[in-house]
């Protein structure tokens, strides 16, 4: 009997395969998507300069509140950033969402008199001229958004602006604390 | 008119093979000699129709009969003639009819060349073929019509993906498919066997030539393919363990094993069940390779089709094929008789070694490719598996096989000694160790397995011609008859003797270029000089070039050496019009020995422009002995014994006693 189940390895092996390959058909994945090396860690350490001179330094403190919070990485130079501005408002607005803005690679001038024309969604903003905390932050460009929850662990990942969908599939529910 | 006639000609060729895949199967069941006789006539039918099809889409290509949509997506007028009819296998749906071509007339071939075949085997293999050729045909008709019409005909077509208009790929994909087809044949043979429910010497005779030129070209088909990647990407790799590369290397590896251990049932009358399982995996590898360039289950830098409702549909072929196949041997395989007996240090033994080392390597390539995906959907987690793995892995099974290859010649059958098979490679032994010394100390000290396998790439060479050299008796007979012994060698010894050693030189290339090569990426601006690898390489100026379906900008570097002239090149990077597309086209000037390899990246006047520098060490090597070995293959394959129909019924009667 052992001996038949030999010969019959070959073909499970197959069904097994199959089924990986069916699965991944079904599901419509899209194996170029990237993932993010960030979700399901303890957020990266932060220690940046404030946008606004003279205010506190940006540190992992702010993920020690026990609530969550999102962190934009932003600039004044990016147009999707601007496109995704008005939903960071209605958030700060609405849902009295705690958004940790970081102006990366940008003029500490030319951002602040970004936010003053629009509108400052930030309870906090910070300055990461060189980029170093983008590159603690597994960032490729901006806009890009974390979500961090009251543990300190990144929940969520979005690279490139936020949109509607973005907003009632996740990071609204997120915020209302379900952790996805 | 004609497109109708190829579609036309499609559609019958459907229709023949679901005859010929069916009535010869019954005949051969029932004894029925006129059912059996339908298949060779069928197999020639269905590949006159196949090749009509084919020159009808050949002709509205050559035409630039832009009414056929296919045409449209991939040719345009101005393009050169070779690519126009390159063109016809360069996308996804001419690629497909390109290998239900190499199909039929593979069925063709056994139908003219098997005819010594007993006819309830003859016509099970053709009927299996058929079989295959139906799941071909039917998914070209139904999902990917390469004659479909465009209404109103566009004034132009879109052209061929520049990247593709390049001699080394035109002649790519035919070699690869004739390999992957190739094993169609061994595939079929080992279906009707199991059918048959009989695997005897005879059956392996009958199997190895087709397995033999399967494996020569493939072989061809990935050493066309290594090579246009190290010379048109401009990365100044030859292998880059993408998934593609990975596709076609885990066919190769089971055909490789296939060869061997057909060796064993052939002369021994053992490892059946095994050969056939490897004759039915070899081609199963070559489906899922297909499956996963074309189903987007995977990325690739080779984009091709990819269309999961396509996807689905290789799967559904894939699982009949290879679930049927394997079922039939879950079935069928413990049933065949088990052979000659031999202890494990002998030929026997060291052929099994041999094939478990390969299908291992096939199996961690099978693992590194699929390993991302199966994370993926496991876990949500996303990797790359890339050349560290394979490095760590790969590398070091190859090398337990390189050291086994050279003994395992000097085994006698049935039960063998070590000890003098040593014996006669300590010359060898020693002249690789010191090469693996040499290269350690002299060229590199940082890696000391490089050192290593460059010692097997030379172990590989010496004790492959040591293991000729025994042979003959070379310096105990005189000359004249040591001469005569080679002479006299079996065509199938010659060449396995010029593959074992042609990939010394493969392993010799691709140590020497992996691990000692020299690269420079610097911004130049005309007029600037850079030291490089102890030349002087100086950017004379950048032209601008027009060529047939293209614009391009082209470097003049003059190469120097100690203040002399080295060599001169015109490294290019095109711009395709029509696709809005750049390749770069290097410029390689070799001695054989080594390539130094250029390429022209980005950059304007005012900035300069990057230059790309290598300097690849017996780079040409990895594809020469590529070429060399499968050079061996076809002189085995012209082997007498091994000529297909040599076997005469006599022979069959006797062996399947």
Redesign the interface.
């Given at each position: 009997m052992s001996?038949?189940l030999l010969?019959?390895l070959?073909?499970l092996t197959?069904?097994l395969?199959?089924g990986?390959?069916?699965?991944?058909?079904?599901i419509?994945?899209d194996?170029?998507?990237?993932?993010s090396v960030v979700v399901g860690r303890p957020a990266p350490p932060l220690n940046i300069p404030a946008l606004q001179e003279g205010q506190a330094p940006l540190t992992d403190a702010l993920f020690k509140s026990g609530k969550p919070v999102l962190v934009n990485f932003f600039a004044s130079w990016c147009a999707p950033c601007l496109a995704e501005h008005p939903l960071f408002m209605r958030l700060k607005e609405r849902e009295g969402a705690i958004v940790i803005g970081i102006a990366w690679k940008n003029k500490r001038d030319e951002a602040l008199a970004w936010l003053k024309r629009l509108g400052n969604p930030f309870q906090t903003a910070g300055l990461d001229l060189e980029g170093k905390a983008g590159l603690d932050w597994g960032l490729s460009g901006v806009p890009e958004t974390y979500a961090v929850d009251g543990n300190g662990i990144v929940r969520l990942h979005f690279r490139g602006p936020l949109i509607e969908r973005d907003l009632t599939d996740s990071v609204i529910p997120f915020l209302k604390g379900n952790t996805p | 008119m004609i497109p109708e006639l190829g579609h036309f000609a499609l559609i019958l060729a459907l229709c023949v093979a679901l005859v010929q895949g069916t009535l010869p199967l019954f005949g051969a069941a029932r004894g029925d000699a006129r059912l059996m006789a339908l298949a060779p006539t069928a197999a020639l039918t269905q590949a006159f129709l196949v090749i009509l099809a084919f020159l009808a889409l050949m002709q509205a290509y050559v035409a630039s009969d832009f009414s056929v949509a296919n045409v449209v997506a991939n040719s345009h007028s101005a393009k050169p003639l070779l690519y126009k009819i390159t063109g016809v296998w360069g996308n996804h749906e001419g690629s497909m009819l390109l290998w239900a071509l190499i199909l039929s007339i593979f069925g063709a071939a056994v139908a003219i060349f098997g005819a010594e075949l007993p006819d309830s085997l003859r016509s099970r293999v053709l009927a299996i073929q058929a079989l295959i050729g139906v799941g071909f045909l039917a998914f070209i008709l139904f999902t990917s019509n390469p004659f479909a019409r465009l209404a109103p005909a566009p004034p132009d077509g879109n052209g061929l993906n520049p990247l593709l208009q390049d001699p080394g790929l035109a002649f790519h994909p035919p070699l690869l498919y004739l390999g992957y087809v190739g094993f169609s044949v061994t595939y079929a043979f080992a279906i009707a066997a199991l059918l048959e429910g009989r695997v005897d010497a005879a059956w392996a005779r009958w199997v190895r030539p087709w397995t033999l030129a399967a494996w020569c070209f493939l072989t061809l088909g990935i050493a066309l393919g290594s090579w246009w990647a190290y010379y048109i990407l401009g990365w100044g790799g030859f292998w880059f363990w993408d998934p593609v590369e990975n596709a076609s290397l885990m066919p190769w590896l089971a055909g490789t094993a296939l060869l061997h251990s057909a060796i064993v049932v052939e002369k021994r009358d053992a490892l059946k069940?095994w050969t056939v399982?490897l004759a039915?995996?070899a081609f199963?590898l070559s489906l899922l390779g297909t499956?996963l360039v074309r189903?987007?289950?995977?990325?690739s830098v080779h984009a091709f089709a990819q269309d999961?409702a396509r996807?689905?549909y290789i799967?559904c072929f894939?699982?009949a094929v290879?679930?049927g196949g394997?079922?039939l041997?879950?079935l069928r395989?413990?049933g065949l008789q088990p052979g000659g007996l031999f202890q494990p240090l002998s030929r026997e033994g060291a052929l099994i070694l041999n094939n478990l080392l390969l299908c291992t390597l096939a199996a961690t390539v099978l693992l590194g490719t699929?390993y991302p995906?199966?994370l993926?959907?496991l876990t949500?987690?996303?990797v790359s598996v890339g050349p560290p793995f394979f490095n760590a892995t790969f590398v070091p099974i190859c090398l337990a096989l390189f050291a086994a290859l050279c003994v395992g010649p000097f085994l006698g059958w049935k039960r063998a000694e070590l000890w003098p098979a040593l014996a006669h490679l300590r010359i060898a032994f020693a002249v690789a160790v010191v090469a693996a010394l040499v290269a350690a100390f002299a060229i590199d000290q940082s890696s000391t397995l490089a050192a290593v396998a460059f010692g097997f790439g030379v172990w590989l060479i010496v004790g492959t011609l040591a293991e000729l050299a025994t042979r003959l008796r070379l310096g105990r007979l005189p000359l004249r008859e040591s001469l005569r012994r080679l002479r006299n060698t079996p065509r199938a010894s010659i060449g396995m003797t010029i593959s074992h050693a042609a990939l010394g030189f493969v392993v010799l290339g691709a140590v020497a270029t992996g691990a000692w090569h020299a690269e420079l990426i610097r911004t130049l601006k005309p007029g600037e000089t850079v030291s490089f690898a102890g030349y002087d390489v100086t950017l004379q100026r950048v032209d601008n070039v027009q060529g047939a379906n293209y614009v391009a900008e082209r470097a003049t570097l003059a190469v120097t050496r100690g203040g002399k002239p080295f060599t001169t090149l015109l490294p290019e990077r095109r711009l395709f019009v029509v696709q809005r597309r750049q390749v770069a086209e290097t410029a390689i000037q070799t001695n054989l020995l080594r390539d130094f390899y250029a390429t022209l990246g980005e950059g304007d006047a005012n900035t300069g422009w990057t230059i790309r520098l290598y300097d690849n060490p017996l780079a040409p090597w990895i594809w020469l002995g590529a070429a060399l070995c499968a050079l061996g293959g076809f002189v085995s394959l012209s082997d007498r014994r091994l000529r297909i129909g040599a076997p005469t019924r006599r022979r069959t009667v006797q062996a399947a006693e």
């Open positions: 001996r038949r010969y019959l070959p073909l197959l069904a395969m199959a990986f390959f069916a699965w991944s058909l079904l419509g994945r194996p170029a998507a990237i993932g | 069940s399982l039915i995996l199963s499956f189903s987007g289950v995977l990325t999961p996807g689905l799967l894939l699982l290879t679930g394997l079922t041997y879950a395989a413990p699929l995906l199966f993926d959907l949500g987690n996303k």
